[in-house]
């Protein structure tokens, strides 16, 4: 089915957060993204300061990424037969919970990480359902804004967050730091307990026989068999495909170029605080960008402009081969972020190609994939460094974001 023209007349930023239910969303949203960054960057000191091992440590700090496309999988559909309320007070519990127990307890490295591990696993069940709710309570352009916010203040709350985590750190240590995590997740579950009505499932699971013998691991193996078939059905849809590798790709590109500024920045022998501003660019552009596009750009323009926006996302860092001097460095990172508003393009031609009964999963699928190739594309690029050098890999990785502009090309033109 063809989408319809994109409505010339564009929502406000304002009537969006006017809305009570989505401004809850949001701000909730905000401050466990803002705990989220501080409990990661907090368990990447407390376990290299434990272990003494980079590789521990940068586990710790990337181990949240991977597991979650797993449980997008095998767990997803749960966000579409659950009680949302109850859903998300769970999923904060179980992160304030988990947080909680790493600061007050010293748990071995290797149970820190597989905790970490299943939170991940569990983390698009979760989000799912909240992204599935702002879908609901929006839309038309308001929506597409929705996420236009959505996007920025997960920037601002990445940003606050591990700054925050290395002041906590300097003063209260990790530990303490920790539970700083974990309060900011409690609030939330509370908020959300008080504020948000308890809505229905909208696709609540068939009554059980709880008394049969061995019924609970017979709920457990339905779950996981509906999730994965949920899962592979969205994902046999083309245009559901299509739309979900435009928004993973790009992205993943971008992130493994990020990863390698700080090698990029030693190379040159820069002063040691000279790769905090470049890293600090990126999540700046993307900010601008959204801003930019989502305020004074209307909707059918946005969706003709994702692959002019995919093209600025790759091709400064095509740049970084020539070696620019350091300003020069900044305003390409810069200009790359603004790139990231191409999303804002596909956001109407998502929703609409999402089947109704599935669409917690489908967003639980969307973030974890993002999730996962921002995890995998670093150590790609990474490896690729090793043989070249940092500049070079960035480029390449600029280059594979524009080899994404004829895929872009051809899904604007098949939706």
């Known amino acids: 089915m063809t989408t319809p023209p994109a ?50 440590g940068a586990l710790a700090f990337g181990i949240g990424f991977l597991p979650q496309l797993l449980g997008s999988f095998f767990l997803g559909s749960l ?41 991940a696993c569990l983390t698009p069940v979760f989000g ?30 990445q940003l606050l967050g591990l700054a925050g985590g290395g002041i906590a750190v300097a003063l209260l240590g990790p530990r303490h730091a920790l539970l700083v ?24 699971p068939a009554p059980e ?13 339905s779950v996981m068999r509906h999730s994965w078939s949920r899962a592979t059905r969205l994902f046999a849809d083309r245009r559901v495909r299509r739309l979900l590798i435009a928004q993973w790709l790009p992205p993943a590109f971008v992130a493994g170029a990020e990863s390698l500024i700080v090698p990029f920045a030693g190379s040159r022998d ?12 990126l999540p700046m552009g993307m900010l601008a960008g959204d801003l930019a596009i989502g305020r004074f750009v209307r909707p059918a323009a ?65 973030t974890s994939g993002l999730m996962s190739f921002q995890g995998v594309a670093p150590v790609v690029l990474g490896a690729a460094a090793e043989f070249t050098d940092a500049g070079a890999a960035m480029a390449m990785a600029g280059v594979a974001t524009l080899c994404m502009v ?9 939706t």
């Open 302 to 366: 946005r969706e003709r402009f994702v692959v002019a926006l995919v093209a600025v996302l790759g091709l400064p860092l095509v740049g970084f081969v020539l070696d620019p001097p350091y300003a020069v460095c900044a305003v390409l990172l810069l200009i790359s972020g603004t790139g990231f508003a191409y999303g804002l393009g596909l956001q109407r031609d998502f929703l609409d190609a999402l089947p109704e009964e599935s669409r917690g999963q489908a967003f639980g699928l969307l």
């Open 181 to 204: 995590s974990a309060g900011g997740y409690a609030v939330a579950a509370v908020a959300i307990r008080l504020r948000l009505p308890d809505l229905p499932a909208p696709n609540p």
């Open 270 to 281: 820069l002063p040691a605080g000279a790769s905090g501003p470049l890293l600090a660019c």
């Open 406 to 414: 004829p895929y872009l090309v051809r899904t604007r033109n098949a």
């Open 209 to 221: 026989q709880a008394a049969a013998p061995g019924g609970a691991r017979k709920d457990s193996d």
């Open 128 to 157: 799912g359902v909240s992204n599935r709710l702002v879908a609901e309570t929006l839309s038309g352009d308001a929506y597409v804004l929705g996420r236009s916010m959505y996007n920025m203040s997960a920037s601002a709350a």
């Open 7 to 56: 409505p010339e007349q564009g929502a406000t930023y304002r009537e969006v957060l006017a809305n009570p239910r989505f401004r809850l969303l949001f701000l909730t949203r905000t401050l466990t993204i803002t705990a989220d960054s501080l409990r990661i960057m907090t368990l990447s000191v407390l376990v290299f300061g434990t272990t003494g091992s980079p590789l521990l």
């Open 79 to 119: 966000a579409d037969r659950l009680r949302p309320r109850r859903l998300i007070i769970a999923g904060y519990g179980f992160e304030c919970a988990a947080a909680a127990t790493m600061g007050l307890t010293h748990l071995p490295v290797t149970a820190i990480l597989l905790l970490i591990a299943a939170v």
